[in-house]
């Protein structure tokens, strides 16, 4: 059991590191030992524990009585245990250390950032800034795009876990993985243009032609694009009258091929309500150009073949963000084609700010997906698991990872196919790690003529099939997590060489089951697979 202290004001931010990293704990009480005691507001007025965790960049009780005072903490310093880095974007201290190998170090100068004081069988390990402040900018406002990479949340979480495990503590917690697989995959799609037909002679026809003939010259010129694709795109453009006529097939009018591709995969697609409102930001209007030209009734034999077929229709949102009474007016909308509720909503051009959650709660939506980067791929939230946002009571927020217009939009990565299967596969690699969900987002026109990014949404597929993750939709996903986060510790005790654990939780419908990990060593456990009750003993 892990007993904390903190600060009165980040005791909401406590409960949600706890939701991510899902072990016994609880608010330190006075009248109580603890194997492992979590420190977050200095006052150092603790019972001792076998491990004690002082974390802060400022002076604290514990410098004092040791004598041993932080340096002139800074903002915005790299740390790295072993090589990985991990940034950290309030203040971090480098602190005096006896030890010749410091577990945590600045990145560039290798000064300690933690310290080890062992003393009759305690150990006390002290951390020079503050873990909950870190972990409420992270899932608040996230991290800038020049961290995108790295999932900072993750690695505080795997940090935090070497300490107690390398000192001896026997550690149980429910990882965020799915029975049966290592990590899972959301595969999303925005319809922003779901019909040519939609679009006479607008800024969008006129962008398609120009990207589609002059854009797809230069590229093929500069080696970016083969010569059957200039091809197939200029062919494209020539036939756009006789789409207008009715003459020629509508190119774009096949998002539904998601399900050929996908080929049973789990899938979730966010449609806009109306068409013809741009909506607001939080200054005024929104630009223009975000008005759609199509709303969900427009298509509506098209999306109940979806739902049909199995995926899951959500609310690609224009107001919601801002307003719940127009979220409810959003979210009824989509709900009166597909003839079902709305679980779940992703904003249109990824509109948030932190009293969003709020908003889109009051609306009626259980989750959202639109945490993530309009410019760059990676973690904003430094996590891939779904987390409560603070103005939230029971919303949960799917970070969204990659998206593809981030990594081929010439205003944004402007990649290569070969650089951004770069770019994306230590995202994969980072889940198979860490587990949580990889959130996919590619848009309904992706597959077709002038983007022709369906080669490389199809290698993205083989490329995680092979990895074996649990494919559902966003819901499923969702309320996968709110399994995990329903389970609670009934009893975890030590004896004789063996670990007795009993944990009970309430898992949502026909989704795989929780596990139950037993920390034996640094780099061994043992699992125990259950949904929605576990008794049992684990030798260790």
């Known amino acids: 059991?892990?007993?904390?202290?903190?600060?009165?004001?980040?005791?909401?931010?406590?409960?949600?590191?706890?939701?991510?990293?899902?072990?016994?704990?609880?608010?330190?009480?006075?009248?109580?030992?603890?194997?492992?005691?979590?420190?977050?507001?200095?006052?150092?007025?603790?019972?001792?524990?076998?491990?004690?965790?002082?974390?802060?960049?400022?002076?604290?009780?514990?410098?004092?009585?040791?004598?041993?005072?932080?340096?002139?903490?800074r903002r915005n310093r790299i740390l790295s245990r072993d090589g990985t880095g991990i940034p950290v974007y309030g203040s971090a201290a480098t602190l005096p250390s006896d030890d010749g190998a410091p577990d945590l170090v600045l990145e560039d100068t290798g000064e300690p950032v933690a310290s080890v004081i062992r003393n009759e069988g305690r150990t006390v390990v002290r951390v020079g800034y503050d873990l909950f402040q870190e972990v409420q900018f992270l899932l608040g406002a996230g991290q800038p795009p020049s961290h995108a990479a790295i999932p900072t949340l993750e690695r505080h979480i795997a940090l935090l876990?070497?300490?107690?495990?390398?000192?001896?503590?026997?550690?149980?917690?429910?990882?965020?993985?799915?029975?049966?697989?290592?990590?899972?995959?959301?595969?999303?799609?925005?319809?922003?243009?779901?019909?040519?037909?939609?679009?006479?002679?607008?800024?969008?026809?006129?962008?398609?032609?120009?990207?589609?003939?002059?854009?797809?010259?230069?590229?093929a010129c500069r080696g970016r694009l083969p010569l059957t694709a200039l091809k197939r795109n200029v062919a494209a453009a020539l036939t756009v009258p006789f789409v207008h006529l009715g003459w020629a097939e509508d190119f774009w009018y096949h998002f539904d091929r998601y399900l050929e591709l996908e080929k049973g995969l789990g899938s979730t697609f966010f449609v806009l309500p109306v068409k013809g409102n741009p909506g607001r930001t939080v200054h005024g209007p929104a630009p223009r150009i975000r008005a759609s030209s199509y709303g969900v009734s427009d298509i509506a034999e098209r999306i109940r073949s979806l739902v049909t077929a199995g995926s899951e229709v959500g609310l690609h949102g224009i107001d919601?963000?801002?307003?719940?009474?127009?979220?409810?007016?959003?979210?009824?909308?989509?709900?009166?084609?597909?003839?079902?509720?709305?679980a779940g909503v992703r904003m249109h051009w990824l509109f948030l700010d932190e009293q969003a959650p709020g908003q889109l709660e009051r609306a009626g939506f259980t989750y959202d997906s639109t945490f993530g980067y309009n410019e760059t791929v990676g973690f904003r939230a430094g996590t891939l698991q779904p987390f409560k946002p603070i103005t939230a009571r029971q919303l949960l927020e799917l970070p969204l990872h990659i998206m593809d217009t981030a990594l081929f939009y010439p205003t944004h990565l402007d990649l290569t196919p070969e650089a951004a299967r770069r770019i994306v596969l230590p995202l994969i690699d980072a889940a198979e790690e860490y587990g949580g969900v990889l959130?996919?987002?590619?848009?309904?026109?992706?597959?077709?003529?002038?983007?022709?990014?369906?080669?490389?949404?199809?290698?993205?597929?083989?490329?995680?099939?092979?990895?074996?993750?649990?494919?559902?939709?966003?819901?499923?996903?969702v309320s996968w997590f709110r399994g995990r986060r329903s389970?609670?510790?009934?009893?975890?005790?030590?004896?004789?060489?063996?670990?007795?654990?009993?944990?009970?939780?309430?898992?949502?419908?026909?989704?795989?089951?929780?596990?139950?990990?037993?920390?034996?060593?640094?780099?061994?456990?043992?699992?125990?697979?259950?949904?929605d009750t576990l008794d049992a003993w684990v030798r260790v």
């Open 1 to 73: 059991m892990i007993g904390v202290v903190a600060r009165t004001e980040q005791q909401d931010t406590v409960r949600e590191f706890f939701e991510l990293f899902k072990t016994p704990w609880e608010f330190c009480r006075p009248d109580r030992e603890y194997e492992v005691l979590l420190d977050a507001d200095g006052t150092g007025v603790h019972r001792p524990a076998q491990l004690t965790l002082v974390y802060g960049s400022q002076p604290n009780a514990c410098d004092y009585d040791q004598e041993r005072l932080p340096a002139q903490p």
């Open 161 to 219: 876990r070497h300490w107690i495990v390398g000192n001896g503590v026997r550690l149980v917690e429910i990882p965020p993985v799915p029975e049966g697989h290592r990590f899972t995959v959301c595969l999303t799609h925005d319809l922003d243009h779901p019909s040519l037909r939609f679009h006479r002679f607008d800024h969008t026809t006129f962008g398609f032609l120009y990207r589609a003939v002059i854009g797809s010259l230069l590229k």
């Open 320 to 342: 919601a963000w801002l307003d719940s009474d127009c979220g409810i007016e959003e979210r009824e909308a989509v709900s009166r084609v597909t003839g079902s509720p709305t």
């Open 439 to 477: 959130t996919v987002n590619w848009h309904d026109r992706s597959i077709a003529p002038e983007r022709l990014w369906g080669d490389f949404y199809l290698d993205l597929l083989d490329e995680l099939k092979r990895r074996d993750p649990w494919f559902p939709t966003a819901a499923q996903a």
């Open 487 to 531: 389970a609670r510790f009934d009893s975890v005790r030590q004896e004789a060489g063996a670990v007795h654990v009993r944990v009970s939780a309430s898992p949502s419908g026909d989704l795989p089951g929780l596990t139950v990990r037993v920390h034996t060593g640094l780099s061994s456990y043992r699992d125990l697979t259950f949904r």
